[in-house]
């Protein structure tokens, strides 16, 4: 009987549980080297939200997030994998609706990698940084494997 009664409570607690999640949302992708989060995007219904830890802070852990739409979640991702293959030699400066996005391409010991920079204020001195992500990992995290 205790047992049924058990059983019983947790079932209702889930579904008490389950009743309070507002704004469901699916994970596309994260990258986490060695465990550590450095950036992830998530799906929400209407948008997508990136959140990226800024690399300036070495003692501080800062998290930094921002909204962007489908179309600006797809030309992103095209402008990235474009900036792959041609290697510009500025810093691409990307318009979003919260913000300005810069992207930083680097090629080292014949590898090109990607820092991303965010301002909300569209001002690059405080903007947030990614660490250096390959080809790879941009995939990985945009969910286009």
Known sequence: MKKIILLLALVVAQFANAQTKTGEYVQIGK???????????DKYPDSYRV????????????ITHFSISEK???DLYSLIMSGFDTLPKDEL???????T??????????ITSLKIKYSAEKNY???????????????KLFGKK
């Open 31 to 41: 990258i986490a080297p060695l465990g550590a989060f450095a950036i992830s995007i």
């Open 51 to 62: 959140s990226l830890k800024d690399q300036k802070f070495k003692e501080l852990e800062k």
């Open 72 to 74: 600006e979640f797809e």
């Open 93 to 99: 400066v990307v318009e979003l609706t919260e913000g």
């Open 101 to 110: 996005a810069w992207l930083h391409f680097e090629k080292n010991m014949g």
């Open 125 to 139: 001195d405080f903007a947030a940084e990614s660490n250096f992500l390959t080809k790879k990992q941009v995939t």
